[in-house]
């Protein structure tokens, strides 16, 4: 999940684990993936407003709709880089151990995998929630799109295209997850139809 001081991103940070928190949100944005931005999904156009490289191989860019931030955003996209070995199926898998893990502590954790065998990306979607400073209940849905890739520079590695949605306090809540069918039927097939991005 994106940075929160009770509700911790797990996107493919799940991928190093010595990746799971992320840096203090700072002013100056790095695109060091060479995307950036703005990302247009499913209408709408997604600036660059965070950046990381937490290690040389791994790279993570976040953005957002004009006039959102990252600490209060109500939909985000994501784009990861690590060089390696990987497969999405073992990148999804990772994420999946990590929700499983988290179920002791949330029991609104609930996640569906869908895999494309033609391509052999997969699709891995949850639900999970947490609370806020002031102990208001935070609700997050992603959906992550786990795919091979390979750089102009020729590094091969995995990569992440997600896409998520928030909604804070009880009443946004309760509305957000009695709509959610309705924003995974089109939101899911359209992360799977985006085209991946070039770096």
């Not at 994106?2 to 940070?13: E, G, I, Y």
């Not at 151990?97 to 699709?123: F, H, W, Y």
Request: hydrophobic share 45%; no cysteine; net charge neutral.
């Amino acid at each position: 999940m994106s940075r929160h001081p009770k509700l911790h991103r797990m996107a493919a940070a799940v991928l190093v684990v010595l990746a799971l928190a992320s840096p203090v949100f700072a002013q100056q944005v790095t695109d060091y993936l060479g995307v950036p931005g703005p990302i247009t999904f499913n209408g709408t156009d997604y600036a660059l407003s965070w950046s990381s490289k937490p290690t040389p191989d791994y790279i993570k860019q976040e953005y957002l709709p004009r006039g959102q931030v990252p600490e209060a955003y109500s939909s985000m996209l994501m784009v990861e880089f690590l060089a390696g070995d990987l497969k999405p199926t073992s990148m999804a898998g990772a994420q999946m151990d990590l929700l499983n893990r988290r179920k002791a502590s949330d029991p609104l954790v609930s996640m569906a995998l869908t895999e494309n065998a033609q391509s052999g990306e997969v699709i891995l979607d949850f639900i999970l929630s947490g609370r806020d400073e002031t102990g208001g209940i935070v609700v997050e849905w992603n959906a992550y799109r786990y795919a091979q890739a390979q750089t102009a520079a020729g590094k091969t590695g995995g990569m992440l295209l997600a896409i998520s949605r928030r909604a804070y306090g009880e009443p946004a809540a309760r509305a957000f997850l009695a709509s959610l069918q309705d924003l995974k039927a089109v939101q899911v097939p359209a992360l799977a139809a985006a085209e991946l991005p070039k770096f």
